[in-house]
């Protein structure tokens, strides 16, 4: 019974849990109950989940499992692996208290978001089983079992906040922000799961929803602390200036709001100009008016909306666009160089494996591999000698996938076809018609630690964490897996032991090489091997056992085992 219930991927997650809960410091002991709550409560969804089958509310990812403990841990377990390591930044004074204090913000957010969810999730298959089937005394214990979860979440979210405000009405509004997350958060992935059917594991679509409702609720606290200090938003005011962002991470943080609003914009101009015209003229040039509309809303809100606020929030001395400009030839030659090294890089890689996609027999999966390599030359000198450059950059390839693949989904005339037939030359069984996504979770894998990076950071190889797990240890494990993997972790699965050692060993020789070059450009931090085993074991485990999208997950799972 226990070996059914605990399979590989639930050890693995639960050694991910360990590991942090292990590392947590007593300042943190609120932070660490809750996190082992939520793992506690997630794991007896996902089993409850699982045990109950399909739902006719959601249509989830074939092939995948559900993936719910993965998903509510991930983003929670790497606020928490932050707050252990901003804690150790204050006690030598490197950062100041309302650092730590933001991230345990963002942390309970987090962790709040994930947990409604889980008891959304709970609710609508308890609903489902309960007209089937009639009422039995394990359906009473799991009502109260989560009730209790739910109360205790609660009272440690109060006693965290409590022992650090002495303001009543500052703590009131911050637990209301937190629930607010949680609210939106079963919202966003209800609209996920119904928008697109068959397109993510009810594990990803939580970790996409956790991430999207924290990162753009980050952004309108910012906004109405801007607008307010005293009156709407004191409490929040106090911690989120407190943090000083840069221009880069505000233009990026507009850049994806504004990319994400256009559809819906482009689809409100699109009705309306299809109410006050003729069918006939509808039907005559439909291609080309869309066309025109969608590229007219599109430049309406990235030229004159998103600057606006931009401006607003961050006081440009001149237009945000301007100021990218003058960011890149700041230093032309540097930045010019790695330009044209990235187009060679990107022109060769792409005409090369098009045409082997077109022409071989070779495995579709083998193939994206090869993309993985491509991300290892095209980031790594980047981000040792323009790491500020490669953050900008990486902004600006998520904003051109996000306007390509809105392009693809919309068939928008001229593009919409072309983009459409060459991403399908890169799909795997992962993707969908209506959505493909590996190209943005390996864009966001290797994205995302270097931006969590930037501020205090005492750990080398933490940037270096998408790059070396999906660049490096992804694409060995597939490769040697492939050809000369025979002892396999399960029946069912592909995934071999070779090709797992071979992940985790590859990436342990390329952190050997690692260190000693960021150690000779000056790079005074400290990492310890035992956490690097540790950090590069779970990781590999991870992505052998897992049948979740492991570019979204195991980045994440590596950066925040580095970051202890």
Known sequence: MASTLLNGERAVVLLFVSSILYSTHVSLL?????????????????????????????????????????????????????????????????????????????????????????????????HEFDKTKPVSLNSGWNTKFSISSIALFAALCCLSFAAKSSSGPYMALTLFWVVCHGLAAVKFIQHVLNTFPACASFGEALLVTAGFVVYFGDMFAFTIAKISKHLVSYGLSSIAYGVKRSEINTIIQGMLLGLLLSPMLFKFILKKWEFYTSNSEVRGQNEHKRSIIFYGSLALILLAVVPLWMQFVQDFPVHPFLWVLKFVFSEPHKSLSLCVYWVAVIFVSVLRFYNISKNSKIERILLRKYYHLVAVLMFVPALIFQPSFLNLAFGAALGVFLVLEIIRVWRIWPLGSIVHQFMNAFTDHRDSDLLIVSHFSLLLGCALPIWMSSGFNDRPLAPFAGILSLGIGDTMASMVGYKYGVLRWSKTGKKTVEGTAAGITSVLAACSVLLPLLAATEHMFTQH??????????????????SQLDNAFIPLVFYSLLCL
């Open 30 to 126: 609120s932070e660490a109950l809750a996190f082992s709550l939520l793992a506690v409560f997630a794991l007896f969804v996902e089993i409850s989940v699982e045990s109950y089958g399909s739902t006719s509310s959601f249509k989830t990812r074939p092939g995948a499992s559900s993936g719910i403990l993965l998903g509510a841990v991930t983003l929670p377990g790497l606020a928490i692996s932050k707050l252990i390591q901003l804690s150790r930044a204050l006690l030598v004074n490197e950062v100041g208290t309302e650092d730590v204090e933001f991230i345990r913000l963002q942390y309970w957010a987090t962790s709040t978001s994930c947990l409604c969810v889980l008891v959304f999730l709970c609710y609508i298959f308890h």
């Open 529 to 546: 091997w035992l956490s690097l085993l540790l950090a590069v074991t779970v990781s590999g485990l991870l992505e052998a056992y897992t």
